[in-house]
């Protein structure tokens, strides 16, 4: 079940050369920065989009580690990092995805005479197709 918050601890090691930050229960998701405001940016963006990715795969989010229970080494810190699910999720169901079509060329020289915006015209194509009027809440992943 999809969570509206979550709080993971990251672990942020600090070198000459920037801030790395590993996420002890989130293997691979391993941002960096170069000052500790940019690394919590960092940190929430990577978290959230990592956390998106294993929601849509349908992956098991798992319990975070204790911040007690952390082995830290030189130079790292723990940081909890929270973020709130439903921002992202709107953010990136938002986003925009490049298609590339085919069309006659007669009629793509009489669209573009006319100034046509294709893209919103796909847009309000698929909406008539598809029987949507608004972009709905939830979208259901097809198997």
Not at 51 to 80: A, F, Y
Not at 93 to 106: F, I, M, Y
Request: charged letters at 25%; one cysteine or more; hydrophobic letters at 35%.
């Amino acid at each position: 079940m999809k969570k509206d918050h979550y709080v993971f601890p990251a672990i942020f090691e600090y070198a000459d050369d920037g801030i790395a930050i590993e996420f002890p229960d989130l293997p691979g998701c391993l941002p960096c920065a170069h000052t500790t405001d940019e690394a919590i940016r960092n940190a929430k963006e990577a978290m959230a989009l990592h956390l998106w990715s294993m929601e849509q795969d349908g992956d098991p989010i798992p319990e975070p580690t204790p911040i007690n229970k952390l082995h830290l080494g030189p130079n790292q810190i723990p940081v909890l990092i929270e973020v709130y699910m439903p921002t992202y999720r709107e953010a990136i169901e938002n986003t925009s995805v490049k298609k590339t079509l085919t069309v006659p060329q007669w009629l793509n020289r009489i669209a573009e005479e006319k100034r046509v915006n294709f893209s919103q015209v796909l847009q309000n194509a698929l909406k008539a197709h598809l029987g949507i009027e608004h972009r709905p809440r939830s979208i259901k992943k097809q198997p």
